[in-house]
C-alpha cells in the first residue's frame, strides 16, 4: 500500500517513531538499526510495509530498503511474526542476517532473544535460497568473528575503566594492523601493552 513516507520526525523512540506527512502523523515502528541512521535528523525518508492480520494493522519504517526485504523474508517463515523479525533486524544488521544465512550460522540467531535452534534451522532453510537472489553484499563469516571479538574486548577493558573512544582507536588500529587476532584474550592483551 505505502512504499515510502517522507517527512518530519516530530517523535522518536527506538522502537517507533511518529513522521508528519503533510500535516498527517504516521506511527511507524522501526528497528535499532533505522533508529541510529535517524535518530540525529529532523527529516527522513523510510521505506514501508503495512502488516495486515485480522484487527491489526502496524506500518513498519526501515532506514534502507535492504532491510526492509529482510523483514518480509523473515515474516515469510512460519512462527516469526513481525515483533521476532524486528528483533533480529535490531540485534543484527541486514548483511550480518544474510550472511548468517548464507553461512548457516544457527549460533548467530541463537544470540536474538526469541529465537531458538528450531526456529533459527527453519529461518536458514526456509531462505538459504531467497537471499542468494537478492544480490546483496554480505560481510564474511570472519568479518562477524571479527566484530564479536572486538565487541566482547571493548566490554571486557571498559569494565578494567578505560576510555571506551580510546579503546575503540586502539582496537581498530590493532585489527587494521595485525593478523590472525581470532581470540578475544589476544586482543585485548596486544590494547594493554599499546595502553602502557
Known amino acids: 500500500m505505502y512504499a515510502y513516507l517522507e517527512g518530519k520526525l516530530t517523535f522518536k523512540s527506538p522502537t517507533k517513531v511518529y513522521l508528519d506527512v503533510g500535516g498527517v502523523g504516521y506511527l511507524l515502528h522501526i528497528t535499532l538499526n533505522t533508529f541510529g541512521a535517524i535518530e540525529s535528523k529532523e527529516k527522513c525518508k523510510l521505506f ?67 529465537i531458538g535452534p528450531k ?14 537472489k537478492l544480490g546483496m553484499e554480505i560481510k564474511s563469516s570472519d568479518n562477524i568473528v571479527q566484530n564479536d571479538i572486538k565487541t566482547e574486548a571493548i566490554s571486557a577493558l571498559m569494565s578494567l575503566g578505560f576510555n571506551k573512544a580510546q579503546i575503540v582507536k586502539k582496537i ?16 585485548i592483551k596486544e590494547v594493554l601493552k599499546q595502553m602502557s
Open 48 to 114: 514501508t510495509h503495512l502488516y495486515v492480520k485480522e484487527d491489526v494493522l502496524s506500518l513498519y519504517g526501515f532506514h534502507i530498503m535492504d532491510e526492509k526485504e529482510i523483514f518480509l523474508l523473515l515474516l515469510s517463515v512460519s512462527g516469526i511474526g513481525p515483533n521476532t523479525a524486528r528483533v533480529v533486524l535490531s540485534s543484527m544488521t541486514s548483511e550480518e542476517v544474510v550472511s548468517a544465512i548464507l553461512h548457516e550460522n544457527v549460533a548467530a540467531f541463537n544470540k536474538v532473544k526469541g
Open 119 to 132: 526456529t533459527a534451522k527453519r529461518v536458514i532453510l526456509d531462505l538459504k535460497d531467497k537471499v542468494s
Open 172 to 187: 581498530d588500529h590493532i585489527m587494521g594492523n595485525t593478523t590472525g587476532i581470532d581470540k578475544v584474550e589476544v586482543l
